[in-house]
């Protein structure tokens, strides 16, 4: 089965200050990975995705995130946090599923950001 | 940018009641979910919906609950007999053909059980 740890459940950093939220994944076989952002009241949205390649993916809003299977960690970064960032934070795990739909996301507990000014 | 729509945002209903969740996904998209989030707590699978039919459910997707695109356009998450512990934030997703494609989500719908 699938799994998603996110160890840090709040992180408060200095707007200016760089930022790495950590994301660790259990899965039997190459996973896809994802980054989703969720701001107040509102949805999830799409940060940056992992599929296959390059294990340095950008994604919107300056962040990135870096795939090592080494250490099944897909952590996220950013090298300089604006106060709009503030937000809580979700990796998640999806699997290849080649027909018949389904790849479910598996989600962990999610990283609440706050920014300082 | 095409987005996924839920309605209502808020949905206040007493237990034992029934409930329908609506969806309107991204136009082209093939593949529906739907992900609950308690208060508090992550999120968590409940269903996907491919060719008009349920592809995978979770052990939370019991027969209290069931899911219908009535049309073309809407996908609908309803709940028979509602009970306190289904108060969550529900959310829709949709992706393209292509698994590795990824889900797009809703903005939400709060279901408050009173």
């Known amino acids: 089965a699938q799994s998603v740890t996110q160890p840090d459940i709040h992180i408060t950093v200095s707007e200016g200050a760089s930022l790495e939220l950590r994301c660790n994944y259990s899965?039997?076989?190459?996973?896809?990975l994802f980054w989703y952002v969720q701001s107040p009241g509102q949805g999830l949205q799409l940060l940056l995705k992992y599929f296959s390649g390059d294990t340095l993916v950008q994604g919107i809003k300056g962040f990135e995130a870096e795939f090592k299977r080494s250490q099944s960690s897909f952590n996220l970064r950013k090298p300089s946090v604006h106060w709009s960032d503030a937000a809580e934070y979700f990796c998640?795990?999806?699997?290849?599923?080649?027909?018949?739909?389904?790849?479910?996301?598996?989600f962990g507990t999610g990283t609440q950001l706050k920014v300082e000014l | 940018e095409p987005e996924v729509t839920q309605t209502p945002s808020h949905q206040v209903t007493q237990m034992g009641q029934e409930v329908i969740l609506r969806c309107v996904p991204i136009s082209n998209h093939l593949y529906f979910y739907w992900y609950r989030q308690i208060l508090g707590q992550k999120v968590e699978f409940l269903v996907s919906?491919?060719?008009?039919?349920?592809?995978?459910k979770s052990e939370i997707f019991d027969d209290q609950f069931s899911v219908e695109r009535p049309d073309g356009s809407n996908f609908t998450l309803k709940i028979r007999s509602t009970k306190l512990e289904d108060s969550a934030m529900y959310f829709c997703?949709?992706?393209?053909?292509?698994?590795?494609?990824?889900?797009?989500f809703g903005d939400g719908t709060r279901l408050s059980i009173l």
């Open positions: 998640a795990v999806g699997a290849e599923v080649l027909t018949g739909g389904g790849n479910k996301l598996t």
């Open positions: 919906f491919y060719n008009n039919e349920i592809s995978e």
């Open positions: 997703a949709s992706r393209e053909t292509h698994s590795n494609q990824p889900q797009h």
């Open positions: 899965y039997g076989a190459t996973p896809y």
